[in-house]
């Protein structure tokens, strides 16, 4: 957790590996850019002015497309976002605003947190699981595998997102749909010290 | 919108089976520094809004917000109720060492005005450790939630969940947000702040939201650790639950079905029934849609219990403290629970009848509830719920 690792975005290989060593099953994944093609990110309607909720929700569907089609009647799935900066340009925007003594644009209000965009994402595909967003991908990796040990979730989707934040940068996203089985004995948060 | 599933499919919530404790809590609010002040506040049940001295407001259409006065520091006043709720936990510099910190916050509150090359080191794992560092915490483990207002009771929520399956000792949660002009300029924007200058949740005539002031840290802990120490604990982290409502990207499902799976998940963690609770600490944000969602989350979870389990939100007092609410709201429920006073939904001005619920209404209700729970909600249909026990 160091300030020069947050601006190095989880790829999709890290991420597996990641999921991989918290015992969890990557089940599919999609990532940004993914082809040549990934030039620009896709408009997201209610969404302005920054690429960050585009770009969360156009990862996350490629992982969700990729699922099987035929999900468990009942499945619950957790939305896990994990973001070092989170949507710095909209952040960067209302400031410079605020600043200027300019009109805040009202859209920028619903978009100013990243569950906004989960919601989004869970309305859109059902997933009415626990919404959380952190600040790094191991926390992230954990908190999914938490809510599924404690059943609060069956399935976790973990969307990595970071906005290309100098110039010449290049937006990166990655997400992983992962699932359990249940691990009690999982020790999911040995990071911490323990007596 | 999709619809989402009855509370009724709700599966049995699993946890650990050891017992989880708050030894140590410390708070800032618009009632002044520590708890002693927050609590007088509380049980003044006069609401703490005043005209914004802090940052020029003259552009606004609402110029009100719950703010201490002058201009506090975000990084400083965190560190200071980290350090402080270790220091009521009595916890020793080596067991602060060992000892994780989960941070709610939005995000570093520099980093929107910093120029782009330092951006990077402005963001919110590099706040986190800063107040760890600053609190004598270890580095290591160390998390920073940023989901919005269930930032806080979701780090509550992980840290006990993690305690009771005896993956960690002790975590120390906390959260800040401070009054400040960006995210008072996206909220009047937003039209959701109350323009008559009160919160008044589950009310007739509520006009919306008031932010405020909150900067809380609580210490969380195995019953074996706190009594390996011989600390009393204040309370028991009883039972959590987190839920989502698969609805619109910002309002609650109308239903409240997600946060009745929170509720039920919360009840059954805790191993207790409806009518156990003897106090809701509720979201009550006082908006239009929201307060008629939670009343109907919790007639849907508690059943015949919502009928006489005693509900109020102290958001009417201390107003909506974002990212921080569920340390601060945690922390209320906790004094009032051990003070035997329930504090007042203020504001009220008649019955809605889509928000029929037990509320304290008019003064503080002298009650001693054996187990109280604390909810709340975010964007993106985000619900917790946490349910403490009075030891």
Known sequence: ?195 | MTDGPAAASTPTARRGAGSVVVTGAAVLSAYGRGTAALLAGLLSGQPAFAPVQRFDVGARRVRVAAAMPGRPELLTEVTRAVREACDDAGLSPSDRARSPLFLAIHTDPAIARAAEPDQPGLGPDAFTASVADGAGLTGEGIRCYMSACVAASTAIADAAAIIARGHADRVVVAGGYLVDRDQFALFDAGRVLADDGQVRPFSVSRRGLLLGDGVGAVVIESSESAHARRVPPLARVAGWGRSGDAYHPCLPHPEGRGMARAVTAGLQRAGIAAEDLGYINAHGSGTGQSDPAETNALRLALGDAVETVPVSSTKSLHGQALEASGVLELIVTVLAAREGLLPVNAGFLGQDDRCRLNLVLGEALAATPEFAMSLNAAFGGANTALVIGLP
């Open chain 1, 1 to 195: 957790m160091t300030p020069e690792a947050a601006i190095v975005p989880t790829g999709l290989a890290e991420l597996h590996a990641a999921a991989a060593a918290v015992g969890l099953t990557v089940t599919s994944s999609g990532s940004w850019p993914e082809t040549d093609a990934d030039g620009e990110v896709t408009a997201l309607a209610g969404f302005i002015e920054s690429d960050f909720s585009p770009l969360l929700a156009q990862v996350a569907t490629r992982a969700l497309r990729g699922r099987a089609q035929q999900q468990a009647s009942g499945t619950v799935t957790a939305i896990v976002i994990v973001t070092s900066l989170g949507d710095i340009t909209s952040a960067t925007r209302v400031a410079a605003a605020v600043d200027a003594g300019e009109r805040v644009p009202p859209l920028q209000f619903f978009q100013s947190v990243p569950n906004s965009v989960a919601g989004y994402l869970a309305a859109r595909w059902h997933l009415t699981g626990p919404v959380v967003c952190v600040s790094e991908t191991t926390a992230g990796l954990d908190v999914a595998a938490l809510l599924i040990d404690d059943a609060d979730a069956d399935e976790a989707l973990v969307v990595c997102v970071d906005l290309a934040v100098t110039d010449g940068g290049r937006h990166r996203a990655a997400a992983i749909l992962v699932t359990g089985p249940v691990r009690p004995e999982r020790q999911g948060n040995r990071r911490i010290p323990r007596e």
